[in-house]
Every structure is written in structure tokens, then in C-alpha cells.
């Protein structure tokens, strides 16, 4: 539906969510000037360039995108194809592929293609933003540190070499700025946290290193003043052969601003308990992408620090997301001219900051006790994109999943599988003596049974289908005989089911669990959220485990509507599974 949630959230509004809205609003405009400055400079491009894109992007995308609450501006995500485009065509040339990479988004969104966006397999993410992270963190060292050198080289290993080469010129100085920034924003939340660590670090450290005037580099020394009047709307000047050129790079500015922006925005549905509109969140996407760069600015997606500050504070309508631009756009036109004195070691310490959240080590750790084919596909999209491009990662990355996918189903795929697929005659539930209708099930208890392998196709239908069921049951069984494998993006789902359901107070039970699905979750972190004691092997002990939770008697066998059930799956202890598979891999 092509209807931006702000008019369907004004039908309803009061001045009570107007009051949290603008102090949310107020915040996240404080939170995201730091960001906004340093992901421009980071880019390769002035320090305005990035206020104005938050001023005016994210006000586009806030008033017609199709989330409550998401927060737009430019993201640590675009630092890397950005800082190559404009190295290679000036920004010029990153205003025409980012006027370009905006009109693709909304023909995206204008032919319902949003749902297919979240396809993206959870490995090819893991491995491209933790290997941006990497990036802007390597971007980073020689402000950090104050190195008095000349320019970084843009390639990751030329950078170190650069790097390694020039580490006598240290700046103490420099130094003890970052060191300054980084114990703020560490310290800060245990005193206040409301107002952002980065803000107050931002403001401390510049007014130290100014008030002992330290020789360290500021952006005004770099780049001059900060001006602050309102860019006047200009087009780019580029010939046809540039325009030509830059269509690999506008589809990859597209994707990239689609991919993040749908992630933000599940993420903060699932903060909130709402869902947002994916298509019109790429019209959205697209609108503030033509927009910016007629106003001096950069690529702009969805926040998800910024967009989970906004929920934290209070923000629950577009409107927060609007404040926030206003918010920034006031700051810039009436004290942008002090932010020349920021140091860049500050902004150096804050992306430092941001690249440790963004590189998700966790996650990434995680990933690599998943299935060895999705091992493969988070290392190569992460190297691919520390060493060569961000656009050959993705596009490797999502060409290995799809081909590791038809793999992975030539595998598991049998015969007697496809016959009963094919087979459209009659009714199969009259013929299967393990159907759930042949079963007895207690009021308060769902079941909700997967049929096929349960990959990244089928992982997001699963999280929608889940989302809709009515009413909060107390116990969630969620049948896995018919899935013969499961993937990273599959556990990926389960697992944030399984913590959502838990808290909102509903037991999830896995049933029928075959062996790779089996060992697949005994590896992972989703027993945390179900418990070992609640996966079966088969629906009966399944469904008598809910009787006991829910205090009613057990039901045995015979008493159930056919006595010639067959357990599909023998009831094996998670170890004894694991160690069997172990040794056979050692085989």
C-alpha cells in the first residue's frame, strides 16, 4: 500500500505522542549533528555536505516513508562506495549516481518489489557491514592518532602499509583528544541517558583541546568554515560518458539504501510491535535520494542507531523523524560556523565508535558455527569487501547463496517429495495419519507447521505469517517435518520468533526436528530462547508438553484419533545427535 504512515498515523494523533515526538525528535537531532559531519568527511566530501543531507533527506523520508518511526540520513553503510565515487568523478559525479540511484528506488517501491528486497540472504549482510565497519575504522587511524602525513591510499592494504610507515609522527595531542572522546562516550550513560555521549563528548573534547590550544588538526584548518545559509537547489554538471558510467554505481548506491532502510525498519517493527510499509519506504528512500544531492548533499537511507535512539525516547510517529531534520537544519543555520572547531581526532574516536557497533563481531562469530555453505558466503562477501569492492561482494555474495541454495537442494530434495508436491488429486490429510487435524489440540496452544527447506526465501514469509497470528497463545508449536534443512537466515528467523514470542509471554516448542535442522539449532544461540527441554521429536510429546504447561493431563497414544501413527523422526537428545554428526564429519 502506497500510503506514507504519517497520514494514516495523523488520523489519530494527540498532543500527548506530539510532546514524546519532539523530545524525541529534539534528541536524535542532537545525536545524529556528530554523525551527520563525520560520515561526510569520512566519505571524501565537506563536512555540510552531510548536515544538509540529514536536514533534507531525512525529513523526506520521515514525512512520506512507510515506517512510524525510522530516522534517515547519510549511514557508515555509503562511507565506502561513496569516498570510491568521488575519488574517480568528483562529487559531481556522486550527485548524478545519487539522483540516479533515488529514481531506481522509487521504480522499486512503484512496482511492489519491497518484499523481494528482504531476500537477501543474512550472511551476505553480516559479511558486508562488518566488513565496511573494518573500512572506516582502518579510514580512521590517521586522525586518530594525528599522523602528519599526506593522503591515505584508498585500497585496505596500501592504507595499513601507508599507515605503518608514517606511525613516528603520532600526535600526542591528537591523541589524548581521541582518548578524551572515547572515555565520554563510554562513561557518559552511566550519568545520563538521555542526552547522547557522542554530543557531550563532541562538545567536551573541542572545548578542552581549544581552551589548552593543542596543535591538533580541526575541521575548519581542513576545510574551512561551515556556511550557514541554505544551499539554493543546483543540478550537477557531468557529460552523457559519465552519466553512462555511473549506472553500475547508481544500482549499487539503490540496493544498498534498500537493504539498509528495510533492515532498519524491521528492526524498529520489532522494537515498536508495528509493521511498516516496505514499498512506500523505497518511494521514500527514492524521493530523498533525487532530493539530496539537488541540495549539496550525499546518499541517504534508513538509521538504525538513529531510528532505535527515536524509539528509546519516546518517538512513535513520522513526526519525530521530522523534528530531528528540523532540529538539525536549526543547529546548522544558526551555530554551524563553531563546528569548524571540532578536532577531527573527535570525529575520528566517534566513527571508531560506530564502527564497533556496526561490525556486529558478535553476530559475526556467531555465523560461523552456522552450516559450512553459509561459512563460506560470510567470509567471501566479507573479504571481498575489506579487499576488492563493496558492489563485487554483494554481487558474489548473493550469486554463492543462490548457487549454494540449488546445492543445498539437489541434497535434501527427494522422489517421493516431489510426487506428493505434484499430486493435486484428493485430499492428503485423509491419507496422513501424522496430520495435525488427527490430533487433539488444547485451547491456548498453536501450531504452525513449515513445509520445505527453510531458507532465506522462506525465512521472512515465516517471521510475517507468525506476526499475524491472532491473539498471544501460551503455547507456540512450531513443526519442522517436512523441512529437511535449515540455513543461517532460517535459524536466523527462528530465532528472533522465539525471543519475541518469549517475551510476550509464549512458550515456543520445536516438533519433528530432523537431523540437520537439529544440529543446526544445537549449535546456535536459539536454545537460549527455547530451552533444550522444548524440541521433539515428534507432534504427540509435543503437544503433551503443552498439556503440561498449561496443567492439563497427558494423552496417550492410543487415545488419539488413529493408532497407527508413525513417528517420522525418532526422539534423539540434542548431544547424542551432534556427536553423531561429528564423527561422521571427521569420517
Do not use: C
Request: no cysteine; charged share 15%; hydrophobic share 50%.
Amino acid at each position: 500500500m502506497l500510503v506514507p504512515k504519517l497520514f494514516t498515523t495523523l488520523k489519530s494523533y494527540s498532543r500527548a505522542e506530539f510532546t514524546t515526538d519532539l523530545s524525541a525528535g529534539v534528541i536524535v537531532g542532537i545525536v545524529a549533528l556528530p554523525l551527520a559531519i563525520a560520515f561526510a568527511i569520512a566519505s571524501g566530501v565537506t563536512p555540510d555536505r552531510g548536515l544538509w543531507t540529514a536536514v533534507v533527506a531525512g525529513f523526506i523520508i520521515s514525512a512520506f516513508g512507510g515506517s512510524r518511526v525510522q530516522i534517515g540520513g547519510p549511514t557508515g553503510a555509503f562511507v565506502v562506495i561513496v569516498y570510491g565515487i568521488v575519488q574517480r568523478y568528483g562529487y559531481d559525479g556522486l550527485a548524478v549516481a545519487t539522483f540516479m540511484a533515488g529514481i531506481i528506488l522509487v521504480l522499486i517501491g512503484a512496482v511492489r518489489l519491497g518484499a523481494v528486497i528482504k531476500f537477501v540472504p543474512h550472511p551476505v549482510i553480516v559479511g558486508f557491514t562488518s566488513g565496511i565497519a573494518i573500512i572506516i575504522l582502518s579510514s580512521e587511524v590517521r586522525d586518530f592518532f594525528g599522523l602528519r602525513m599526506g593522503a591515505v591510499p584508498a585500497d585496505f592494504l596500501p592504507k595499513w602499509r601507508a599507515l605503518i610507515d608514517n606511525a613516528h609522527s603520532v600526535n600526542i595531542y591528537a591523541v589524548a583528544v581521541s582518548v578524551l572522546t572515547l572515555a565520554v562516550i563510554l562513561a557518559w550513560p552511566r550519568f545520563n541517558r538521555k542526552i547522547p555521549g557522542t554530543f557531550i563528548a563532541l562538545l567536551v573534547s573541542t572545548a578542552v583541546a581549544h581552551a589548552l590550544n593543542w596543535p591538533v588538526e580541526t575541521i575548519g584548518s581542513r576545510f574551512g568554515s561551515i556556511s550557514g545559509s541554505f544551499p539554493v537547489p543546483a543540478l550537477p554538471h557531468v557529460s552523457f560518458a559519465q552519466v553512462t558510467a555511473l549506472v553500475p554505481a547508481a544500482f549499487t548506491i539503490a540496493m544498498l539504501a534498500a537493504v539498509e532502510s528495510l533492515l532498519s525498519a524491521i528492526v524498529s517493527d520489532g522494537m515498536i510491535g508495528g509493521r511498516h510499509r516496505s514499498n512506500m519506504e523505497l518511494v521514500a528512500q527514492g524521493l530523498a535520494n533525487i532530493a539530496s544531492p539537488l541540495f549539496g548533499g550525499i546518499p541517504a537511507t534508513g538509521a538504525i542507531a538513529r531510528t532505535a535512539t527515536n524509539v528509546k525516547n519516546g518517538g512513535r510517529t513520522p513526526v519525530a523523524g521530522m523534528v530531528h531534520a528540523l532540529t538539525l537544519l536549526l543547529i546548522t543555520l544558526f551555530f554551524g560556523r563553531w563546528a569548524s572547531l571540532i578536532p577531527m581526532a573527535t570525529l575520528a574516536a566517534i566513527l571508531m565508535i560506530v564502527a564497533y557497533h556496526m561490525s556486529e563481531w558478535r553476530t559475526f562469530a556467531a555465523e560461523l558455527s552456522a552450516p559450512k555453505s553459509d561459512v563460506l558466503v560470510l567470509l567471501t562477501t566479507f573479504f571481498l569487501t575489506v579487499l576488492v569492492d563493496l558492489t563485487v561482494a554483494i554481487g558474489v555474495g548473493m550469486v554463492a547463496a543462490a548457487f549454494l541454495f540449488m546445492r543445498r537442494m539437489a541434497q535434501v530434495t527427494n522422489i517421493s517429495a516431489i510426487s506428493r508436491e505434484l499430486d493435486d488429486d484428493g485430499d492428503p490429510y485423509a491419507t496422513d495419519p501424522n496430520a495435525i487435524m488427527r490430533r487433539a489440540v488444547p485451547k491456548g496452544v498453536e501450531v504452525y507447521e513449515i513445509n520445505g527447506p527453510f531458507f532465506f526465501g522462506a525465512a521472512e514469509t515465516f517471521k510475517d505469517t507468525i506476526g499475524r497470528i491472532a491473539g498471544k497463545p501460551k503455547v507456540l508449536i512450531i513443526r519442522l517435518r517436512n523441512v529437511p534443512s535449515i540455513d543461517s537466515t532460517g535459524l536466523h528467523a527462528l530465532k528472533d520468533v522465539a525471543h519475541r514470542t518469549r517475551k510476550e509471554g509464549t512458550v515456543v516448542l520445536l516438533s519433528d526436528v530432523h537431523t540437520q535442522p537439529l544440529v543446526a539449532i544445537s549449535r546456535s544461540a536459539i536454545l537460549d530462547d527455547i530451552g533444550e527441554e522444548n524440541v521433539f521429536g515428534n507432534i504427540d510429546d509435543a503437544l503433551n508438553r503443552a498439556r503440561a504447561l498449561l496443567d492439563l493431563p497427558p494423552v496417550t497414544r492410543p487415545d488419539f484419533a488413529t493408532a497407527t501413527v508413525a513417528r517420522e523422526t525418532p526422539t534423539k537428545g540434542l548431544g547424542v545427535v551432534k556427536d553423531q554428526l561429528d564423527e561422521q564429519e571427521q569420517a
